[in-house]
């Protein structure tokens, strides 16, 4: 592992996953689950739950980069832009410093547009 390298997984984000989440995480907020509230909102129509488009960042962490067995010990994250139903996100993490067996990463969502919808960091910690 060495400081600029990068990983990235991609995914669409659909309407089954926005009601699978809503009831594992019990995030029933109607702006995810409820297209007619959803229409009165700024938004226009449903968005996605954050912190379900943040479970990319964890998968890229704990399958590609650093990878397997990798913990998280500290993540912040800044949500720039909504993710709509059918979004095709990509969660791309990039190893900003190592010490020793922690991992410092930069991390970043964007979508099939390339705007990014989520910005952020993370330290974690390897074998």
Same mark, same amino acid.
Not at 81 to 86: A, D, E, F, Q, S
């Given at each position: 592992m060495e400081i600029g390298q990068k990983a990235s @997984?991609?995914?669409?984000?659909?309407?089954?996953?926005?009601?699978?989440?809503a009831?594992?995480? @019990?995030?029933n907020n109607p702006i995810h689950v409820d297209e007619e509230?959803?229409?009165t909102t700024r938004f226009?129509?449903?968005?996605?739950?954050?912190? @379900?488009v943040t479970g990319l960042i964890s998968a890229v962490?704990?399958?590609k980069l650093?990878?397997?067995?990798?913990?998280? @010990?500290?993540?912040?994250?800044?949500f720039r832009?909504?993710?709509?139903?059918?979004d095709v996100i990509t969660a791309t993490v990039e190893v900003i410093s190592i010490d020793g067996a922690k991992i410092g990463l930069s991390t970043t969502c964007f979508n099939q547009d390339g705007k990014v919808v989520i910005e952020g960091s993370a330290l974690v910690l390897v074998k």
């Open positions: @997984l991609t995914k669409a984000f659909t309407h089954d996953d926005i009601m699978s989440y009831q594992v995480s @019990l995030d509230f959803a229409k226009g129509t449903r968005i996605v739950q954050g912190i @379900l962490i704990a399958t650093p990878g397997a067995g990798a913990i998280y @010990l500290n993540q912040t994250v800044s832009y909504p993710v709509y139903i059918n």
